[in-house]
């Protein structure tokens, strides 16, 4: 059978041991849509992790078939600017194949570079984005955006011409998928409780760095794939140029890891573990471009720089410019992948065929690399621009406040939890977001139920009189009100604007007479009965109670089910026990 294949490729001009090479780099590379999912689904809220699951999963689904028809076709089709389509990709294009490799194999390989070019603004525009119009923008960036960019680099246009060295993607890849990041995330605004009203940042904790960790480890292993096998041979001097890209990768993520560790170790007096995870990325990105022309010590050099650019970079997007970047991908592909494409012009050795200018080469290779980075620059960012803008102003780019609040799980796919055994919790966002952090956000009320009158849409099962009690003591009245948990800043401002300053807010479960509206799991119905509600509760004795009823019902009313219950119950004694005051007394202002 050995001899027979050896046979076979040697009529057809094929090299076997390439073409397992380019095909081996495939998997792997395709591989890579498992370990973005992971690193982008644990750096966010459990509520989005099915939704951010899914866009992953159609990044890839809905270029591949793109890719082939179009975008191989303007990337690989002759042409300086834009490649000439001669059709869907087959083998009239089969001169674009390196040596020894068949046609489809190479195609399959670009396949799967273009799906990682869309995949990065996914994390960027986490928690946010219409599922519609995310799906929209990963077909025209694989359609148009991708190839003709990527035409100049790798398909024979004029910045090939030049000289422009990048060998596997820090920039027509990684920058282009950052640069369209920043775009969208700036266009889209920042989640909801992400800044205060001063314009401070507020932290808001991925639900798992387990998750973040498993991605990021199969990213590093399948970047071997995306780098090693770049070289599309495994025959000649290439087979030595495997081995040193391997090691000037595989050395540039180990140190920028370590120098991210040390900078956190430093600046915040704790090695910060998220930030570690992203420096593991952000020294691939930086060493994708020069990874077969630099030598070891330089790759070493290049990975301390990006080690010390993501944390500056992430700090820098997230609190000055304002722009929320939920897993850091604007920091990872955009600035790293700007800095990969500078690295080459400064420390190439001249195995692209120009040495750098610290390497004794001059700044030749360096002004060609910096021109190729500001033309990829602008022409992602132009188009990108025009694509954001033009969904935000037609269908819609941003997910309504109410379907942000509650998760993009449940309002977009019908999935209560993408963790079934486990109880949703309340977002520390959705405890402290303001009304001005939602200004710039639609309000949009999806529910088809029909509006009933407010007297029947917020039921009071009792409540007490004000009257005080038979020895001449104030009355005091425990109001437990269940709401929506979209609706708790509309009803703490609501009781903070009748003096009503004491809260006690419960994350819970439940249903009323409805037992929850039903959703579907593949075609079953899913009898929901069980709902994600806020209990506040609230004792008070110079209030009047109805005051309180009035002013939860105001607050609270949609007309729609589910706007919740008021409870109300007497109370026989308070205790403050720092003073040991008890009665009116325990529940009065120092």
């Not at 640069?179 to 992400?194: E, T």
């Not at 700007?338 to 002004?367: N, P, Q, R, Y």
């Not at 009313?557 to 706007?563: E, F, L, N, V």
Request: charged share 15%; glycine share 10%.
């Amino acid at each position: 059978m050995t001899n027979t294949v050896t046979v076979l490729a040697e009529s057809t001009g094929f090299s076997a041991v390439n073409t397992i090479w380019v095909l081996l780099g495939a998997a792997l590379v395709f591989f890579m849509q498992a370990g973005f999912a992971m690193v982008e689904t644990g750096f966010t809220r459990a509520k989005n992790a099915g939704n951010i699951i899914m866009k992953n999963l159609m990044d890839f689904c809905i270029g591949t078939p793109l890719f082939w028809l179009f975008g191989f076709g303007l990337m690989f089709g002759d042409g300086k600017f834009i490649g000439a389509y001669k059709g869907i990709a087959d083998s009239t294009y089969a001169s674009a194949a390196p040596d020894g490799v068949p046609f489809f194999a190479f195609l399959i390989f670009q396949t799967v570079f273009c799906a990682t070019a869309a995949t990065i603004v996914s994390g960027a525009m986490a928690e946010r984005t219409k599922f519609i119009s995310y799906c929209i923008y990963s077909a025209i960036i694989s359609l148009l955006v991708y190839p003709i960019e990527a035409h100049w680099i790798w398909g024979g246009g004029w910045l090939a011409d030049l000289g422009f060295h990048d060998f596997a993607g820090s920039t027509c890849v990684h920058m282009a998928g950052g640069v369209a990041a920043f775009v969208g995330a700036a266009i889209l605004g920042p989640r909801i409780g992400k800044y205060d009203k001063n314009g401070k940042a507020k932290a808001i904790p991925g639900h798992s760095l387990t998750l973040g960790a498993l991605g990021c480890f199969i990213l590093w292993f399948c970047w071997f794939g995306f780098n090693g096998a770049s070289t599309t041979s495994m025959e000649g001097d290439a087979i030595p140029l495997a081995g040193k890209v391997f090691v000037t990768t595989n050395l540039a993520a180990a140190v920028a890891t370590i120098t991210t560790m040390i900078f956190t170790w430093i600046k915040y007096k704790k090695p910060d573990v998220s930030m570690t995870l992203n420096a593991s990325l952000a020294g691939l990105v930086a060493i994708t471009a020069p990874c077969d022309t630099v030598s070891p010590v330089s790759a070493a050099i290049i990975g301390i720089v990006a080690g010390i650019l993501v944390v500056v970079g992430v700090e820098f997007i997230d609190q000055v410019l304002k722009i929320d970047d939920p897993v850091g991908a604007c920091g990872v592909h955009m600035l790293n992948g700007m800095w990969g494409t500078i690295a080459v012009g400064l420390f190439s050795d001249g195995t692209c065929g120009e040495k750098g200018l610290f390497t004794g080469g001059g700044a030749h290779l360096l002004g060609i690399q910096l021109l190729g980075m500001v033309s990829v620059i602008a022409w992602v960012a132009i188009t990108m621009t025009i694509v954001f803008q033009i969904i935000k102003h037609t269908i819609g780019l941003r997910a309504s406040e109410q379907e942000e609040i509650l998760g993009l799980d449940v309002t977009e796919h019908g999935l209560v939890s993408s963790y079934a055994d486990f109880a949703p919790a309340m977002s520390q966002a959705m405890l402290s977001y303001t009304k001005d952090d939602a200004k710039s956000v639609v309000k949009v009320d999806k529910s088809t139920e029909p509006v009933v009158p407010v007297e029947k849409a917020i039921k009071v099962e009792s409540y007490a009189t004000d009257a005080p009690s038979a020895d001449g003591t104030p009355k005091m009245t425990k109001v437990a009100i269940i709401c929506k948990q979209q609706k708790l800043n509309d009803l703490i401002t609501a009781l903070e604007n009748i003096d009503v300053t004491g809260v006690t807010v419960t994350n819970v479960l439940g249903c009323g007479m409805q037992k929850g509206q039903p959703e579907y799991y593949r075609g079953a119905v899913v009898e929901t009965n069980l709902l994600p509600k806020v209990k506040v509760e609230v004792v008070i004795c110079k209030v009047p109670t109805r005051a309180v009823i009035d002013a939860a019902k105001a607050a609270l009313y949609t007309g729609h089910i589910g706007d919740g219950k008021i409870f109300v119950y007497n109370i026989e004694n308070v205790v403050k026990i720092r003073t040991n005051e008890e009665g009116y007394d325990a529940l009065q202002d120092d």
